[in-house]
C-alpha cells in the first residue's frame, strides 16, 4: 500500500513537472510581459489602479504576497512599487479580515466544528488568545495575507 501510494506521488510530480514544462515552452509569457509592460508605461494611473485591485484581489483569496510585491517592483519601480504595495496590501488585509468576519464566517464556523482539532485551537485562543496569535504568527502555522 505504502509503495502505491509513493508511485501515485511520483506520478503526480512528474505530471506537474511536465505541464510546467510545456507552459514553458508553448505560452508567450514574455510577449505578455513586455505588453504588459509598455501598456503600465502608456496608461500609469490605470495601470496603479489595476495592479492595486488585483493585490486586493489576491490577498483576499490569499494568493501569495511576495509574487504580488516583486511584480509591484518590477512594473513600477522601487518607490512606486513599494507605496502602492503598501496602500493596496492596507486595504487587501482589510477586505480579506472583513470578508472572513462577514461573508466567509458561517463557512467557517461549520469547517471548523466539523473539525475537533479547532476545539483545542479555539480553547486556547479563548483563555490566552493574544499569546496563541503571536505564537501563530511566528510558527507560521495559520496564513496571514
Known amino acids: 500500500m ?15 513537472a511536465g505541464a510546467l514544462l510545456l507552459l514553458a515552452i508553448y505560452v508567450p509569457f514574455q510577449a505578455w510581459l513586455t505588453a504588459l509592460f509598455e501598456w503600465s508605461q502608456l496608461n500609469p494611473n490605470l495601470a496603479v489602479l ?11 483569496l490569499m494568493f501569495p504576497v511576495s509574487i504580488q510585491a516583486m511584480a509591484a517592483g ?3 519601480g522601487l518607490h512606486k512599487g513599494l507605496i502602492v504595495m503598501w496602500v493596496a496590501g ?9 470578508v472572513g468576519r462577514t461573508l466567509a464566517r458561517p463557512l467557517i464556523a461549520n469547517w471548523v466544528q466539523q473539525r475537533t482539532e479547532f476545539e483545542a485551537i479555539d ?23
Open 90 to 98: 492596507l486595504v487587501g488585509f482589510t477586505a480579506a479580515f472583513l
Open 74 to 76: 518590477l512594473m513600477f
Open 2 to 16: 505504502a509503495n502505491l501510494i509513493s508511485n501515485s506521488r511520483y506520478v503526480q510530480l512528474v505530471l506537474i
Open 50 to 60: 489595476v495592479f492595486s485591485a488585483l493585490i486586493v484581489l489576491g490577498m483576499v
Open 123 to 145: 480553547h486556547a485562543i479563548n483563555r490566552k488568545g493574544l499569546v496563541v496569535v503571536i505564537l501563530a504568527r511566528l510558527a507560521q502555522v495559520l496564513p496571514y495575507n
